[in-house]
Nanobody
């Protein structure tokens, strides 16, 4: 079965950086778009960014543009989210997800990880 496992979350001070990783198994990884989403308590799930199958196309939500970078390694079936200049409002559970075709709509993603907590202190 398909498994997506996120790692790398933790506590960081505002202005700091974190790198999240998502390891995929049970799917032809190089065929899938990989997305990152986040959800803060009491808020809806928010699109963070996505990367196409080759890694040649990425796009990001407005709130993270210029600060976060998504990359992938198809040989290792992993996708990463480099988060710089973190702000307290970036605090959330971060999820990776997979689907065919680029999309920012969480409902269109077929597979999800369990999430990893990121907490940014002020």
């Amino acid at each position: 079965q398909v498994q997506l496992v996120e790692s790398g979350g933790g506590l960081v001070q505002a202005g700091g950086s974190l790198r999240l990783s998502c390891a995929a198994s049970g799917l032809t990884f190089s065929s899938y778009v990989m997305g990152w989403f986040r959800q803060a308590p009491g808020k809806e799930r928010e699109f963070v960014g996505a990367i196409n199958w080759s890694g040649g196309t990425t796009y990001y939500g407005d709130s993270v543009k210029g600060r976060f970078t998504i990359s992938r390694d198809n040989a290792k079936s992993t996708v990463s989210l480099q988060m710089n200049s973190l702000k307290p409002e970036d605090t959330a559970v971060y999820y990776c997800a997979a689907r065919y075709g680029l999309s920012s709509a969480s409902a269109e993603y077929d597979y999800w990880g369990q999430g990893t907590q990121v907490t940014v202190s002020s």
